[in-house]
Structures are given as structure tokens and as C-alpha cells.
């Protein structure tokens, strides 16, 4: 996961033009879709910035490729 997280998030943190938010650099529409599986009820677009929210999404989101 470190390695991942190193190479999104190489160029910059937290927003990049394509939409893809924090560490993980992760959609929008996809962390949507996830929430459920990872035990997140409701979230806002800014919890994609917090560590905590976007690893334990973004590790969904790993786990479906």
C-alpha cells in the first residue's frame, strides 16, 4: 500500500485536475460506490482528503482489481 500511495500521490496531495482526491488518488464516483463495502455510511468530498478515509477506501479499491 506505501508503494501505491508513493506513486499516486508523487506529484502532488490532496486534488489533482482529474477529479481523483488524497494519498490514493481516488475518484469521486468510485469512492462513491465503495463506502458501503468499507463500512462508511455517509461521507462529504472533503473526508477523501483525510489519510484514514481515503486508505480505508482506497484498499476496497485495491481489493476489486
Not at 33 to 47: D, L, M, N, P, Y
Request: proline share 3%; glycine share 8%; charged share 15%.
Amino acid at each position: 500500500m506505501a508503494a501505491l500511495i508513493r506513486q499516486e500521490s508523487s506529484s502532488t496531495f490532496g486534488y489533482l485536475p482529474a477529479n481523483a482526491y488524497g494519498l490514493m488518488q481516488l475518484l469521486l464516483r468510485w469512492a462513491n460506490q465503495w463506502r458501503a463495502r468499507s463500512g462508511i455510511k455517509h461521507f462529504e468530498t472533503f473526508q477523501l482528503l483525510d489519510p484514514a478515509t481515503n486508505i480505508r477506501l482506497g484498499t476496497v479499491t485495491c481489493g476489486r482489481l
